[in-house]
């Protein structure tokens, strides 16, 4: 079964660190380009990052840009969201997803999410 | 503030037909065929609906249809069912903001 699971969500006070890590599995996880989207409260989908298939080229949304870095171990079939200097704004579920078209946004594959707190 | 526009709500009865706009630019929506559309049930993942403009991948239900004209794409559902009841997001990728607001369908 194609799957992506999500961990490493929680509080975190603002100006902290998280790491988030995306577990994938049932394909070949190292072919595929991998992105985060988050979703605050009550709120629509919002793109976080992208990275490609063997992790050279990656690319992130303004808003997180220099706090936020994507990463991925294709060994372990995992893709992680390192995120620093946490704000209030950060507040939301993050999904990792799995792109069809390498870069051009197809989000064929999602995991489940994972919530991220930002509060003190 | 999106660049893909939509609206916020739209409501049918069981059996009616309704559409969802997504509004772009030459830019985006009106200069590719690269419009995704994703349906989203309270505490759920997105899914995957269409791509493509007018593509379903394997498993969705033909009641669900793209079409574009211009710089507006269109995801129709027709023959409405309470399990339809969700917020549906159109995407493309060559947009500012990748996502568009999103939209609250109401099956009434």
């Known amino acids: 079964e194609v799957q992506l699971v999500e961990s490493g969500g929680g509080l975190v006070q603002p100006g902290g660190s998280l790491r988030l890590s995306c577990a994938a599995s049932g394909f070949t996880f190292s072919s595929y380009w991998m992105h985060w989207v988050r979703q605050a409260p009550g709120k629509g989908l919002v793109w976080v990052s992208r990275?490609?298939?063997?992790?050279?080229?990656?690319s992130y949304a303004d808003s997180v840009k220099g706090r936020f870095t994507i990463s991925r171990d294709n060994a372990k079939n995992t893709l992680y969201l390192q995120m620093n200097s946490l704000r209030a704004e950060d507040t939301a579920v993050y999904y990792c997803?799995?792109?069809?078209?390498?870069?051009?946004?197809?989000?064929?594959?999602w995991g489940q999410g994972t919530l991220v707190t930002v509060s003190s | 503030q999106s660049a893909l526009t939509q609206p916020a709500s739209v409501s049918g009865s069981p059996g009616q037909s309704i559409t969802i706009s997504c509004t772009g630019t030459?830019?985006?929506?009106?200069?590719?065929?690269?419009v995704s559309w994703y349906q989203q049930h309270p505490g759920k993942a997105p899914k995957l609906m269409i791509y493509?403009?007018?593509n379903r991948p394997s498993g969705v239900s033909n009641r669900f249809s793209g079409s574009k004209s211009g710089n507006t794409a269109s995801l129709t559902i027709s023959g409405l069912q309470a399990e339809d009841e969700a917020d549906y997001y159109c995407s493309s990728y060559t947009s500012s903001s990748l996502f568009g607001g999103g939209t609250k369908l109401t099956v009434l």
């Open positions: 493509d403009v007018s």
């Open positions: 030459s830019s985006d929506v009106g200069g590719y065929n690269y």
């Open positions: 997803a799995r792109d069809d078209r390498s870069g051009g946004l197809l989000l064929y594959v």
């Open positions: 990275i490609n298939s063997d992790g050279s080229s990656t």
